[in-house]
């Protein structure tokens, strides 16, 4: 009798052992969800993943092409690797309406940081 019990207790304990790990599945698989949820209603996240797109590397390469490998805010020379890209309506008050790449320009990171949020006409 006391075995039978005994053997009753261990098999409850795998029986949670085996439920405890699919909870974990579960848990991680939602977090994960949750986590890509809301990068794409995150504009700031929404756009760095675009930029890694074959389409935002194409437009990167377009755009640095078309600003012939200049700054659009100090017109001086501009590399490919250190050209980043400026929101010209920023993101913090346009949030995903500002994600369209009518509304990008690359700029030097320090003439990027010097414009900040500030909304600067780029045309000539
Ligand atoms: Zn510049």
Redesign the pocket.
């Known amino acids: 009798m006391g075995n039978d019990s005994a053997d009753n207790l261990v098999k409850l304990y795998s029986e949670m052992v085996v439920l405890l790990k699919q909870e974990e599945v579960i848990r991680r698989e939602t977090e994960e969800k949750l986590l890509n949820a809301k990068a794409a209603i995150d504009p700031r996240k929404e756009f760095n993943k675009w930029l890694k797109t074959n389409t935002g590397k194409t437009w990167k390469l377009k755009q640095f092409d078309y600003q012939d490998s200049?700054?659009?805010?100090?017109?001086?020379p501009?590399r490919f690797a250190d050209a980043v890209v400026h929101h010209v309506l920023p993101l913090k008050d346009f949030g995903s309406a500002a994600n369209k790449p009518e509304n990008f320009k690359l700029?030097?990171p320090?003439?990027?940081l010097a414009i900040g949020t500030k909304i600067v006409d780029f045309s000539d």
């Not at 200049?70 to 001086?76: E, L, S, T, V």
């Open positions: 200049k700054c659009a805010a100090c017109r001086d501009l700029l030097h320090g003439c990027n």
